[in-house]
């Protein structure tokens, strides 16, 4: 028996950016590759990813990239993966390559991997020194699947993300059944999801929100929006299912309920009948109670469907008294004031608004303690290494796994970079590699294929734009107290006149907003940036990081 | 019979900086004089404040201001209300004034206004036209009051902060007998709590949290840390009460803790004997074992015990495995984050974190559905007016009065600076006035009697100061990658040598942290905040605005 060294790169210490590499024999199998949502100091900022440094000084050894499921914090980094290494594969289960490959298409990179489709019932494939086959979890997003890895090092189980919903709405359940076969075999690594582990008890049914829509959508007479995330499919198909029989018709709105919408749908993932889709300029012509939206935008996300209707500023929507408002998420850390302002702001607009504080309009996709047990004692392997969860949660399941008779030295509290050893004789950390952040920057500039993609040592070849505006009112009268001021790090020569439009462009975009009544700090940021941005692009075909601080006197 | 105005000035639409003007017959009696801490897209601001420009301008109107409990949102902006305006009289019950008055002191305030304490079971006191006498509530604090006036517009009960807490810990449940009684006589107008009113069911007992301490402190053996909100006394009663029988003693650590700690005790609302308290640097000569440490910072406000503790940077109280951390609190929204990187910090550091998530040591201070629907059938009003929350707080109220049988016209859903007509007729809403923030700047800077209170108009006075600096690493690597850079508005002329001190000042101190792995944003920022804001007060006697602006690049 040989060795298998693991280390994570993403999703240790953190909820989001998720990625593990296994390495073997001189070949490397990456399981996941996600991104993470910037904090509000990651000024500037649009998308964290991992740090490919590892990856980029082993390209050579890259056999593939194997995907739990189709999440954001676990496929969305691949496309800048692949634009710094060759990925020979890409592997994936039905939904989740579907979502990657309009992803893939969207950056031009469609013909720079082979995808391989493989179900949880497919024979085991190899890549490399591995032998690997996937195992159906139940999630917040179907076709997610546990990774089994025959390494060199020993059996390891990779759960991905998933909860043991026993009545999932496509009746694809969690195979405990597999779980335990592979138990019984002998596994000597479990890497699992720890996201719920300080909870207590278990996760209720997803069925339980379709159960929720049936007691208030039928009641409802005015127009019903349901923002959720776009790839929670089944909550969607479970919204429309309701709404369809009580004779409302159905509307996707926002880029990613769309798109996510029509993949789910071409996949046979979603069933809802071309006949039963209104497009968003047919909402004017329908009467209200004959219509049903699922938006975008459950995390407050400043340019996000629900967020333009809260402030009355999207082209298709908006609410009025009697419409129902059911936000059918919870707010992600960080989130929560974004998320109650635009309630606030649909409440006062006159919408009945249900969120989880309110109605059972939501459940979590991660299983809780009970459930993480019950896969201890399915898997019952000889070492249990937490992962996906910010260090509190890790910390949960080790004692968990610690309580579930894993011996302390099976315990591996590992972090983003550690080197997790496998062998015979167990797993333990020994060493500890570059792991880090790399910041995507730029997205409201033209073409997502084109995005600055920068870590520390790139920064300073791009430089940095800081945009100052000190502005009085939120009530409606909003306006500047004197021209914005710039400060340009890094930037080349010939840059003062540049300067100079650009302070120009800053003032022109904030006063044509405040003109218009927008006085929401987030919302005016968004445009300075993208509006300058786009100016300092199409001058120098550079992209600075452009940090607009709006200063409410 | 005549009229009363009623005007809220905080505490509608926000949670935060209650405050309600009550105008009759040539005479205003305020209720509550509350602040809000500010969100943090308000760069530089300590406190918010009402805006007091009504009361400025009806100064020899004013009888007096009469307060519900000792809350900061409710008693937070009294000594600034008392800097702009003449208060003659302060009514509150005996700890609420015990509060007031050790605030008043602090701000040298304290022969300015009559103290009145009275007790809910005192007769009725005459404000000008008002008739007033309060009645005992439940909440987080112990003594908190609802007020009933008897105004010339009709009878109106004002509910402060409460719950229906039936068992609560000193046995003083709110009074709903003598509600019910004034329920009986004719209410005209009751304005009720909000927070909680889209939440269904009762909120728990305080008593269900000393059952967790209960079950939690005497199992455990090393060092017992417990946050919560300084003034909620039984909290810290009742963890202490556990802790002393397991022969442990008790420290107060952090400011507020030590100053409510030391208020309560005096006043007879805590019972911690002297010799069963440890002072901070006796910490170290007793086993960790024999310790309890009720201390601060339970929001994850950056310098507080909490979470300078769990950043190992307090002076006397550190964590080690096998201590256990109970942050009984919830995170205020907008603080979660703070508190998650506290917790993560702690759980690092090897303590066991307990906290709502995962386990009972925290309820609500607020009374939920049931309770509001509860006190709308005891008091049986003309009228409801929801205050204290978010719109969409106020208006679930709204829709539990309008169930409890409140007609339409009746149900007034105002805002900050609405004027609320109340006559025989009814109540209604009739005109509009000021209303707004008021922001306060400069707590780190010197006395607390010496801050900037600043609104609008006097921000242009002083001017703003926008410090710039970017910086690598947050992995005790920092560094500043150049000097910081300084924009100044509204400063008067020899700005230029300031300027160039400030710059230096600002490197220096930012160095300095980074040289010692401080590389914590929000810390960071505090310290450049506090040092630059020292120097230009030095130089200069003004306290401009000062927002530090740190990027990680």
């Excluded at 919408?261 to 497009?279: C, E, F, K, S, T």
């Excluded at 930037?491 to 006085?519: P, W, Y």
Aim: charge should be negative; charged fraction near 25%; glycine fraction near 10%.
């Amino acid at each position: 028996m040989g060795i298998c060294r693991i280390i994570p790169l993403g999703g240790l210490g953190e909820v989001g950016k998720n990625m593990t590499v296994y390495e073997a024999e001189d070949s490397i199998v990456v399981v996941d590759a996600g991104l993470a949502f910037p904090r509000d100091e990651h000024l500037g900022v649009d998308l964290v990813l991992p740090d490919f440094t590892y990856l980029r000084e082993r390209e050579h050894m890259i056999r593939g990239v194997v995907l739990t499921h189709g999440h954001e914090d676990h496929v969305g980094s691949l496309p800048y993966l692949m634009r710094e290494v060759r990925v020979p594969v890409i592997v994936a289960t039905r939904l989740t390559l579907g979502l990657v490959k309009s992803k893939l298409d969207e950056h031009g990179l469609l013909r720079e991997a082979e995808l391989w489709e493989k179900s949880p019932y497919d024979d085991p494939f190899q890549l490399g020194p591995f032998r690997i086959e996937f195992v159906r979890m139940a999630h917040s997003i179907p076709d997610a699947a546990a990774v089994v890895l025959e390494t060199p090092g020993g059996r390891v189980v990779h759960t991905g993300d998933y909860k043991l919903d026993h009545t999932p709405v496509d009746g694809q359940r969690t195979d405990v059944g597999k779980l335990a076969d592979i138990g019984n075999r002998g596994v000597s690594l479990l890497l699992g999801d720890s996201t719920n582990a300080e909870r207590a008890g278990f996760t209720q049914s997803e069925r339980v929100v379709g159960e929720a829509f049936r007691q208030i959508i039928p009641q409802r007479t005015g127009r019903i929006i349901v923002s959720s995330f776009a790839s929670n499919v089944h909550r969607m198909q479970q919204a429309a299912d309701v709404a369809m029989e009580c004779g409302r018709k159905v509307a996707f709105v926002g880029r990613s309920m769309r798109k996510n919408g029509n993949i789910a749908r071409n996949l046979g993932y979603m069933n809802v009948p071309d006949d039963m889709i209104m497009r968003p300029h047919e909402l004017a012509e329908l009467p209200r109670d004959q219509q049903l939206i699922l938006c975008t935008g459950s995390q407050g996300e400043p340019m996000s469907a629900m967020t333009r209707i809260a402030y009355n500023d999207h082209p298709a929507v908006s609410v009025e008294p009697g419409d129902t408002v059911i936000i059918s998420a919870k707010p992600i850390p960080g989130n929560e004031l974004r998320v109650h302002d635009a309630i606030n702001r649909l409440a006062k607009m006159g919408a009945e608004v249900l969120h989880e504080d309110n109605a059972p309009v939501h459940v979590s996709g991660h299983g809780k303690a009970e459930e993480l047990r019950t896969i201890i004692g399915l898997v019952r392997p000889r070492a249990v290494m937490p992962v996906h969860g910010e260090f509190r949660m890790l910390a949960a399941h080790a004692q968990l796994a610690r309580e579930g008779g894993i011996p302390e030295e099976g315990i591996i509290l590992a972090e983003n970079g550690s080197v997790v050893e496998l062998s015979e004789h167990g797993a333990r950390i020994v060493d500890q590699v570059t792991a880090g952040m790399t910041f995507v920057d730029g997205l409201g500039v033209g073409d997502v294929a084109d995005v600055a993609l920068r870590d520390r040592r790139r920064l300073s070849e791009d430089g940095v734009l800081i945009v100052v505006a000190t502005l009085t009112g939120s009530n409606g009268d909003g306006a500047l107290t004197a021209p914005p001021e710039l400060i340009a790090r890094g930037f080349g020569e010939g840059a003062d006149t540049l300067l100079d439009e650009l302070r120009a462009e800053a003032q022109r975009v904030l006063e044509d907003l405040l003109a218009d009544d927008v006085t929401e700090i987030k919302l005016l940021q968004e445009h300075v940036h993208d509006a300058l941005g786009g100016v300092v692009y199409d001058r120098t075909r550079r992209r600075p990081m452009i940090l607009p601080v709006l200063v409410e006197v």
